[in-house]
């Protein structure tokens, strides 16, 4: 069973050691456990090297941990929504290991299953390959990719039973559950603490993989991108 605690804080405040790695879910601004990422920055840990499909934006998840110059290493998919993640990259002040998405996904996935490596022809004849054992399968080239098992994992979960089985809402599963996996310990927090075991077959990462909860502070969920436009008079009269 994992153990339930008081608040982010106190759910990290013994794990957390500079020059650790941390794998963190979400998607943008969906899914991302922002209590915890919070946590981490009042922390004052350094030297960090995240793990993370992107590193939010300006000001917002993981942008925060950036703003306070805490992280040296990113390993991403993506980086085009956080301006000062692109000038402390450009200025040399991070190290970047961009990574193509499903790689990144299938990397996670490995290291939460104990494969050390695998083989996949994404990235073969460009700059992400350079540096890494090559093989020839059917055809193909493909490159040689490491599993990541983090020291650390940081996750949103929309519930969580009392055995730490986790399920997601909608578009915020994202990341979350390769994440769940890959750490040595993770910390999850979540909207909901359920009183009743979850069936079995709606449970999306099993309590196994969870050693902390805590519970979510109700806030106000950010839009990354927020796109409207002008309806016409036409259209209502059409509506």
């Known amino acids: 069973m994992p153990t339930i605690y008081g608040s982010a804080a106190e759910a990290i405040a013994d794990v957390l050691s500079d020059g650790m790695t941390v794998a963190v879910g979400g998607f943008g601004l969906s899914g991302i456990p922002a209590d915890l990422i919070e ?62 998405q499903g790689t990144l996904a299938e990397r996670l996935r490995a290291g939460g ?48 039973d009392p055995a730490g089985n986790l399920t997601y809402r909608l578009a915020a599963r994202n990341f979350n559950p390769l994440v769940a996996a ?9 909207e909901h603490l359920l009183d009743e075991f979850t069936d079995p077959a709606h449970v999306v990462t099993p309590g196994v993989f969870v050693n902390r909860l805590v519970a979510a502070r109700d806030r106000e969920k950010p839009i990354e991108k927020r796109t409207v436009r002008t309806v016409r008079t036409e259209e209502v009269a059409h509506a």
Do not use: W
């Not at 995240?50 to 040296?72: A, F, K, P, T, W």
């Not at 890959?182 to 979540?190: D, F, L, M, Q, S």
């Open 39 to 100: 946590a981490v920055r009042d922390s004052g840990v350094r030297d960090l090297t995240v793990v993370s499909n992107n590193m939010g934006v300006d000001g917002l998840g993981l942008g925060i941990l950036l703003e306070n110059h805490q992280v040296s290493k990113v390993v991403a998919s993506y980086v085009g929504e956080n301006k000062l993640f692109a000038r402390q990259a450009l200025a040399g002040e991070l190290d970047v290991e961009l990574v193509p």
């Open 113 to 160: 299953a104990g494969i050390p490596a695998f083989y996949t022809p994404t990235g073969a004849g460009t700059p992400v390959a350079e540096g890494k054992p090559h093989a020839e399968f059917d055809g193909r080239t493909a490159v040689l990719e490491r599993g990541i098992v983090a020291d650390l994992s940081l996750v949103h979960a929309g519930t969580a």
């Open 182 to 190: 890959c750490g040595r310990i993770c910390v999850t927090e979540t």
